[in-house]
Each structure stands twice: as C-alpha cells, then as structure tokens.
C-alpha cells in the first residue's frame, strides 16, 4: 500500500486566472499528490493558482505559484515557464526544495548553506511607464519577532524575494534578501546592527528615512527590486516593492 493511499486525502484547491487550459487544473492536481506521496508530515490544506498572461510578448506567460500547509507551517513555490505544463512542472521541483529547506532548517538550525534563487524561472516584470505605475497594494501587518535565522528559514520556506521582520536581539525593524552579486544572505536593519551570523552578510549601511513618495523615487532610479527605508511619518521600516504586473507594492508593520 503506498503512502498516497494511507495519508488522509487531502483536497488541492486550484484556483485559475486568464486562459489557463481545461486540461491544466487536473494536471497541477496530478504534480501536487505527487508531491504530497513523499511527504510523512500531515498536510493540512494544498492551494495552487495558475496565471494565464495575455500579453504574447512576455517570453515566460504561464505562472504557477503553490501554498501547502505542512502541520501547520506555510510552504510556497513560485515560477514562470513558457508553458503551463512546463510551468507545473518546475513547481513540483521547487516545491519539493523548498520542502528538503524546511527539513534541513530543523535538523541543523545554524547552517547557512544558500539554496538556489532560482530568479530564471520567476515571472517577469512588466515594464510600465513611469506615469503609469502606482501603488497597487498596500499591506500591514504584525511583523513576527524573529532571530535572523528564523528570518532565513521564513525567506527559503515561503520563496520570497525578501522577508520583513522584526529582530528578536535588537528589536529593529529589519530585513533579510539574497544578496544578487554573491548569492548570500544579506540583513539590513533599521536601527542597531545585529550580530553578524556565519554565512550572512550584515549591512552597515544607514537606512534612509523617506516618505513614501521618496522611496518611489528612489525604487525608480536604482533598479532594484525593492527598497527598505524608515517611513518618515511612523518612525517604521517599510519596504516598497516592484510588483509582476509593473505596478508597486508596499508592506509596513502595524502600528
């Protein structure tokens, strides 16, 4: 009897946008049991979305991001392919490294071994004008108070671009990326400078203090994918971010 068969089912919701085929959804259902047959953790809930982009001139339209709840802590993977299927594809692999990540963070806690970025199959930024561009979501919560390398382990479990977080050591708001010219971890922090951990990189740079106009600005003129700086107006760190659909996207703590 095999393992798929003596878990307890567990339903893969697969939520669709633009025009996904029809044949898709039962495909994904297909690469995630496949994933869920490796596991011997409960799983709690399986969410997949798939994103059908209509504009033909972007070089990877088909976009397949997936949530599992593994006993109660969020996993997700995140890709863009040329097609759905290849899309689905590449999830099953990521998600099945960003599950070995979660693995090897509770095994051996201090290990700062970096894991692929995997930035070649992320989906691609549609280029706006600058006129165009606006703030298209604005998000607040309350930032998890965490040790830099439970802020690691959050970065790789999740798949994110970046993780803002509140240090447990120093009580600064603060943020944790991979660092695009080596690869390595790079904290930044609003406020005192944490300890320098082995295998991450510890900016001493000021963080700016902006409005959030300014940071705009500033996101604009350097490139990058996002900038972390302390909101003028609530002494806080924010980050505003380049979003996939061109536009921008600002998180800040509640208050």
């Not at 939520?15 to 799983?43: F, I």
């Amino acid at each position: 009897m095999t393992r798929l068969q003596t878990r307890p089912a567990t339903e893969v919701q697969v939520a669709t946008r633009g025009e996904v085929s029809l044949a898709a959804p039962e495909y994904a259902r297909t690469k995630l049991l496949a994933v869920l047959e490796r596991l011997d953790e409960p799983v709690l809930a399986v969410r997949v979305k798939l994103t059908q982009e209509p504009n033909h001139a972007v070089a990877k339209p088909s976009i397949a991001q997936a949530t599992l709840d593994l006993n109660g802590r969020p996993v997700r993977a995140h890709v863009a392919a040329t097609t759905m299927q290849e899309a689905l594809d590449l999830l099953q692999d990521r998600l099945n490294a960003r599950i070995a990540r979660v693995r090897t963070h509770r095994h051996h806690r201090h290990h700062a071994e970096r894991s692929a970025t995997g930035r070649e199959h992320r989906p691609q930024r549609r280029v706006l004008g600058a006129e165009e561009r606006r703030i298209e979501r604005h998000k607040t919560y309350s930032l998890a108070r965490q040790t830099t390398w439970a802020a690691v382990f959050e970065l790789e479990a999740m798949d994110y671009d970046f993780h803002l977080y509140t240090d447990a050591a120093t009580g600064c708001d603060s943020v944790v990326h991979h660092d695009g010219a080596t690869g390595a971890y790079r904290i930044v922090s609003a406020g005192a400078v944490p300890e320098a951990e082995p295998g991450i990189a510890v900016s001493t740079q000021a963080v700016l203090e902006l409005t959030v106009a300014d940071a705009v600005s500033r996101l604009d003129l350097s490139g990058l994918p996002f900038v972390f700086f302390t909101n003028s107006e609530t002494g806080r760190g924010n980050v505003l971010y380049h979003r996939y659909d061109g536009h921008y996207g600002v998180i800040t703590p509640a208050q």
